[in-house]
């Protein structure tokens, strides 16, 4: 059915554009991660980018010099605490309301202005990472809601070919949503027991080869490795050290439980690294 | 000393709200003290501004990686993104095509001068090859939260950019027209095998007999994205759709025959031909008395009004002006609720307006 509240455009279904080169060339070769396997790339954080909601923050994650490679660009704003409606029940906590929404440019492929399936589950991880960090307790009968638009996701203009690469993306893209929506909470004025952060892990293997063993690198660009065989997401607050979400994705055989362990703490190193530019970003605003 | 000093500080803080805080409890009496101040200083808005000072603008563009063109407007606190990206319509696609004659082409070639054609104007509109859409729930102010349907300002904001484009005929059919030219049956070798984008130039005297074919159409999805809103969004949009337009550059495109399909370059592009530079202009009337009839009392005309003077005023002018040939050219003339405005004032506002179109012209470079 169509949407006949916004301009359709042609009935007619129209094509992203097809390449020459898309079927005839081989894929590229994969640029190689210049990064060392324990850093993260660069960020800009900056609060306070909308002025009429009571928080927001900017986060822009560095390209990685190659051209077609975006970087990932989020705007979250955070309104209230606020009452609830009438009609809803008592709540004896604030009631978090979380959106995430992709921008129809931000990635390869447009995007809709409905909310997908891949947008409610970066919604309901963002909330649980974020409602272990807030005290909640505060504000009864009350609720907030924590926007995020995601201006340009972390997507690979010419490798759309990747198999599941919009999975590993979805990673990035909550990691970045978690710290940027701490960012705007903190700016909002609302308590939090702790700054959470975001950090990604990924186990790749490199070269295609079996023989060489997978390792472990942070903060991973689907494009700069072979494949990516699991990866997990974690929010962590650093004081408390504590974990307030979890989210895994991939194979992993059960008896490698080490392996397991090894990837959250390196999860956690990379959240540790988000926090350090978070915490400068928010004393720079009060000093 | 100082004892007496701090009680009375205490006490007149005690008395009075900070400006904020009046803002909130009675907008009207606070905006309209602000414009009339008693010991005659010079009118000011509750913003800084004098009543016809506009916010200035700032304009970048081609920050994003997936859009074909893209700008970011800023004017004060109203920030929007505007992405802009071709999709391929074949015209099998197009329910009850009518491929234009050659005939037609001709008219077009010799009307090409002065504007676009009518025939381009119908395809544009018939076919829907622009898509422009604004989306304000992005918590970009505390009344547009998402999970809803666009609210109707959003909706009319959309309509609005979508009847402007088509009405100042910015942007072409002929640029977004991809051709193909079927091979000679006979030894016609050295003319290039492939379509051309550009057809206008590819048909030749010496070629009339073989004739080129119109194979599919570029629909251009124009996306707004409002970060932040503080009044005055179609001026902030329609700023942001003609830079991102101007910004737009197209890959190459040509008609495959083996595959059957439209295939495009990635090293060459084409910048689209974007025509001329129309500007919007907006004010809105505040007048002395919140309930009376209009007319009576005093009034004043507020340009570029931020969210506390647009929610205080019904009287609302826009208007798009185009000063790239030398003179002022009015393209579109908005106006809404209320009867404050005549002749002599409208006239009057179109200096206002081509004052404002210098400086969007300066924010463009």
Known sequence: ?287 | MAEPESTTATTSASLTFSRPVFAKLSPHPYLLRNLSPADGQPATRTNGRTPREARPVQINVSSLSHAHGSALVRTGDTTVICGVRGEILPVGQIPQFRPPSSQQQQQEQEQEQDGSSAAGRRELKEYDLLVPNIELATGSAPQFLPGVPPTPLAQTLSTRVYSLLHATGLVRAEDLRVWYMPPAAAAEGEQDQGGRMEGVEGSGEDEEAREQQLVAYWVLYIDLLFISFDGNPFDAAWAAVVAALKDTKLPAARWDPDREMVVCSRTETKKLDVRGLPVACSAAVFLEKEHGEPGEGRHWLLLDPDRLEESLCKEVITMVVDCSDGEAKVKSLEKQGGTVLGRELIRAFAGVAEGRWREVKEAMR
């Open chain 1, 1 to 287: 059915m169509t949407d006949r509240r916004r301009i359709n455009g042609p009935v007619g279904a129209t094509i992203p554009p097809v390449f020459e080169d898309t079927l005839t060339q081989e894929l590229k070769a994969v640029k190689k991660r210049s990064r060392p396997p324990n850093a993260i790339r660069k960020m800009y954080l900056k609060t306070g980018v909308t002025p009429s909601a009571s928080g927001s923050a900017y986060l822009e994650i560095e390209t990685t010099g190659k051209p077609g490679v975006s970087g990932l660009k989020l705007s979250c704003s955070v309104h209230g605490p606020r009452s609830l409606p009438r009609s809803s029940p008592f709540s004896p906590h604030m009631v978090l309301s979380t959106h995430v929404k992709y921008a129809p440019f931000a990635t390869n492929k447009r995007r809709g202005y409905l909310r997908d399936p891949i947008e409610r589950d970066l919604g309901t991880h963002l909330e649980a990472a974020l409602r272990g960090a807030i005290i909640a307790d505060r504000w009864p009968k009350s609720g907030v809601d924590i926007i995020i638009s995601i201006v340009e996701g972390d997507q690979d203009r010419e490798t759309s070919k990747f198999q599941g690469d919009e999975m590993w993306d979805m990673m990035n893209a909550l990691s970045g949503c978690i710290t940027v929506a701490s960012a705007a909470l903190a700016d909002a004025g609302i308590d939090c027991v702790d700054t959470v952060a975001g950090g990604v892990a990924a186990l790749v293997q490199e070269s295609g080869d079996d023989s060489t063993s997978p390792n472990i690198v942070v903060d991973p660009i689907p494009s700069e490795h072979d494949k990516i065989l699991a990866a997990c997401c974690v929010a962590y607050l650093p004081t408390r050290d504590e974990i307030t979400n979890l989210w895994f994705k991939g194979d992993l055989p059960a008896s490698e439980m080490e392996l397991y362990t090894k990837m959250v703490e390196k999860g956690i190193q990379a959240s540790r690294h988000a926090n350090r530019v978070l915490i400068e970003c928010l004393t720079e605003t009060i000093g």
